[in-house]
């Protein structure tokens, strides 16, 4: 038995230690102070005082009624519950990012629910037993330390271990569900980048491949219609009433017939211009689609460090 209370102080002092670390850190770092790490420090005061009753040992079994064990075990009951509700919080909060799309400033405005909710319940908790006293004190020994006592042993599961995994088991379902979601959006991901990255080295193979005007055409129809106004065409034989105009329309007629093939020529590319303005058009939206990926991917990093930092401080729980 002393070995177990001198392994359970060793350990108490480490965690406090650790957790005075942690408070001090978050407070002279300002680059620090992330929506992970504001939950974490918010639920380090309850690791604190739940290490620093863990401190006290079987010092108190000389008295029962007196005011350390009666302190131990208060503080014991009320802290030691206090992180498994943290842990469910930050996984609701990261519920509410993946599926709800809340933003920093909308989950800071929760940060008083998390505090009254996270330590209120408990306080409520570790009253009722303080202040129970039916037959005799509800807190008394509890072999290692000063807690609930065997005479109310069922009473540990109403009050403690009951709300504790109700609380674990919301907030490892909750993990759940977004892992699932996680691996889609991921896949889903992966998926759009490699059509992007196929896109683009298509749109570069099919532009590579695309020939230019031939000069020697372009030079031809400017040579021709350039041409075309300096020819002297023979008066004609007869001439209708309105003499005037049949000079224009014989250099009508046969301008409009040079024109003709000057189009023949460029008409063939006409879907060169075509195709061209629908690849710069492709590859403007491929370059669109590239930097909205690079947007969801800075996003989605944001999302998923929270869960990480979530998930290992509700394993840590989950394993003490």
């Known amino acids: ?57 079987g010092n108190g079994f000389n008295n029962l009624n007196g005011p350390t064990c009666q302190g131990q075990a208060f503080l014991l009951e009320w802290f030691e519950q206090s992180d498994p509700y943290w842990s ?3 996984s609701i909060t990261v519920l509410l990012i993946f599926f709800f799309r809340w933003g920093a400033d909308r989950i800071k405005r929760l940060y008083w629910l998390y505090c009254v909710l996270c330590y209120g319940i408990p306080l ?6 303080l202040v129970y006293n039916k037959t005799c004190p509800m807190y008394g020994n509890a072999i290692l330390w000063c807690w609930i006592d065997e005479a109310h042993a069922w009473t540990r599961f109403y009050s403690f271990y009951g709300p504790v995994w109700v609380t674990m088991i919301i907030s490892i379902s909750v993990y759940v569900v977004v892992g699932v979601h996680v691996y889609k959006a991921r896949s889903q991901l992966h998926e759009a980048r490699q059509k992007v990255h196929c896109g683009s080295a298509s749109v570069a193979g099919r ?75 492709l590859a403007f939206s491929l370059a669109d689609l590239r930097l909205t990926l690079k947007g969801w991917e800075s996003r989605d990093e944001v999302k998923y460090k929270y869960t990480k930092s979530a998930l290992l401080f509700t394993i840590s729980i989950l394993i003490t």
């Open 1 to 57: 038995m002393a070995v177990l209370v001198a392994i359970e102080r060793s350990m108490a002092c480490l965690s406090a230690t650790a957790t005075m670390l942690l408070l001090l850190t978050f407070l002279f770092f300002r680059e620090l102070r992330t929506l992970p790490n504001t939950l974490i420090f918010l639920a380090s005061p309850a690791n604190l005082l739940a290490s620093s009753a863990a401190l006290i040992g």
């Open 88 to 90: 469910c919080a930050a």
């Open 124 to 129: 409520v908790a570790a009253i009722v037993c």
């Open 207 to 281: 532009s590579s491949t695309f020939p230019g005007p031939s000069p020697v055409l372009t030079g031809h129809s400017v040579d021709v219609e350039n041409r075309a106004a300096s020819i002297k065409y023979p008066e004609p034989i007869y001439s209708p009433p309105t003499p005037t105009s049949s000079t224009p329309i014989t250099t009508a007629r046969s301008s409009t017939y040079t024109v003709k093939d000057i189009s023949s020529y460029s008409r063939r590319f006409l879907p060169l211009s075509f195709i061209a303005t629908i690849e710069a058009l």
